[in-house]
């Protein structure tokens, strides 16, 4: 128990008073002085007795004091329960919007994905109506050259090799193709030039003299050694578009004009790139291609090589 500062001046007081009394009695020997001390100190003793704070006013406050500390403490641990669930709610919040945004992406993604297909299909159906358009013209020209080789300048037909003893018949015009380049494998060596032929389908069949097929394939590849002019690469690919066999004779030489290209075709023509010859092989070749009913066209520009293409009907 702590004494209040009253209660303290008062026992101080109280003892003064009983030692003085306690001092006249040593002094005196009288009883009357020594009970007036015990009296008064009695009374004095009993006085701060009194007013001293009792255990359960300690204890009261204590408890007050315990309780005030532990409400307190109960109200920052309810605080801070509130923080960590407005946290956690901020942090929901922010993985809803992540897991939206990523489906955001997926979606976007998957549009990308399917306008790339789109534009993929849309590219080679361009690519297909272009050499659709360019097969018209060239069969345009084609009958030009037919009535004019009818009106006497020129019959394709005569040029034709001789295949009597051959007569037509259902062949993979893919191994004739890569038949006729190995023939001529060792001239393209020493030319510096690599023969690559690919085929899109196995049944890429043709009815026609393979004699004729033959030579059709050495005249093209014939020529393209000559007039390359250097080290390069000549790539055959061939194709079925519905119900045409479609050849593509692409080389990566000099190339020629394109107003020289048009001109490839016709009998005993020389470019200015001309070499010792007869012009006779693309004339051929292009009588063999029309005598089966087909199309042969070429195009280049100066610096980019030579493309020639070929469409004939498939037997399959």
């Known amino acids: 128990m702590k004494l209040k500062l009253s ?45 001293l704070p009792r255990d359960d006013d300690d204890y009261d406050e204590s408890y007050e ?14 605080s801070l329960i509130d923080q960590l669930a407005e946290r956690r709610e901020d ?5 809803a919007e992540i897991a939206s945004r990523d489906d955001e992406i997926k979606r976007l993604k998957e549009k990308y ?21 360019a097969s018209l ?4 020209k084609a009958a030009t050259n037919k009535l004019t080789a009818a009106e006497g300048e020129g019959n394709y037909e005569t040029i034709l090799p001789d295949a009597k003893n051959d007569p037509p018949k259902v062949i ?22 690599t023969i690559r032929t ?30 390359m002019s250097r080290e390069g690469t000549l790539q055959i690919t061939i194709s079925r578009i ?7 004779m692409k080389d990566n030489g000099e190339g020629l004009a394109s107003d020289e290209t048009e001109h490839i075709f016709e009998l005993n023509f020389q470019g200015t790139n001309r070499i010792s010859g007869n012009g006779l092989g693309l004339a051929q070749a292009r009588a063999i291609v029309e005598y089966y009913g087909g199309m042969i066209y070429a195009r280049s520009s100066k610096g980019s090589g030579m493309g020639i293409y070929i469409h004939l009907p498939s037997a399959v």
Do not use: H, W
């Not at 942090?91 to 993985?95: C, S, T, V």
């Open 137 to 140: 013209e060239a069969s345009l």
């Open 91 to 95: 942090i929901d919040a922010k993985n």
């Open 7 to 51: 209660q303290k001046i008062l026992l101080v007081i109280a003892c003064a008073l009983y030692a003085g009394f306690l001092f006249f009695f040593i002094r005196s020997f009288s009883y009357g002085v020594l009970g007036c001390a015990i009296g008064m100190g009695v009374f004095f003793l009993f006085t701060i007795m009194i007013g």
């Open 65 to 78: 004091e315990e309780t005030e500390e532990s409400e307190s403490e109960r109200v920052n641990v309810n």
């Open 113 to 133: 994905d399917e306008s790339r297909v789109e534009l993929t299909e849309m590219a080679n159906q361009k690519q297909f109506y272009e050499e659709k358009v």
């Open 172 to 193: 993979n015009i893919g191994t004739a193709a890569e038949s006729a380049a190995n023939d001529l494998k060792d001239a393209a060596a020493k030319a510096g030039i």
């Open 198 to 227: 690919v085929s899109t389908d196995a049944t890429l069949m043709v009815k026609a003299s393979p004699t004729m097929i033959d030579v059709l394939f050495k005249n093209i590849i014939d020529n393209a050694i000559k007039y």
């Open 242 to 248: 519905e119900q045409e066999l479609f050849i593509v």
